[in-house]
């Protein structure tokens, strides 16, 4: 079973960005759709970006335009790159495929948090 491994979080200033990236421990190539979810604090996790194989992405209306994602399979990676981070960004983001079933494990994640 192919797991995942987050990182690239931290503290970040409104306005300000982040690149976070997930390694899996295998192949990412047979998963057709892989997503980056993000959970806050009392809050369902959500998902809020979406790249298929062919590279068609799809977004949360709450990241449109400011977020990225990309996916390397050479390399087993999938990459999200935040900019104009908000206050309301801030969650433990993790990678997964898309969509969540639950055969799928879930990495540690990791923290974003955006503050002044």
């Known amino acids: 079973q192919v797991q995942f491994v987050e990182s690239g979080g931290g503290l970040v200033q409104p306005g300000g960005s982040l690149r976070l990236s997930c390694a899996a421990s295998g192949s990412i190539f047979s998963i057709y759709a892989m997503g980056w979810y993000r959970q806050a604090p009392g809050k369902q996790r959500e998902l809020v970006a979406v790249i298929i194989s062919g590279g068609m992405t799809n977004y949360a209306d709450s990241v449109k335009g400011r977020f990225t994602i990309s996916r390397d399979n050479a390399k087993n990676t999938v990459d999200l790159q935040m900019n104009s981070l908000k206050p309301e960004d801030t969650a433990v983001y993790y990678c997964?495929?898309?969509?969540?079933?639950?055969?799928?494990?879930w990495g540690q994640g990791t923290q974003v948090t955006v503050s002044s």
């Open positions: 997964n495929p898309a969509p969540h079933m639950t055969h799928w494990s």
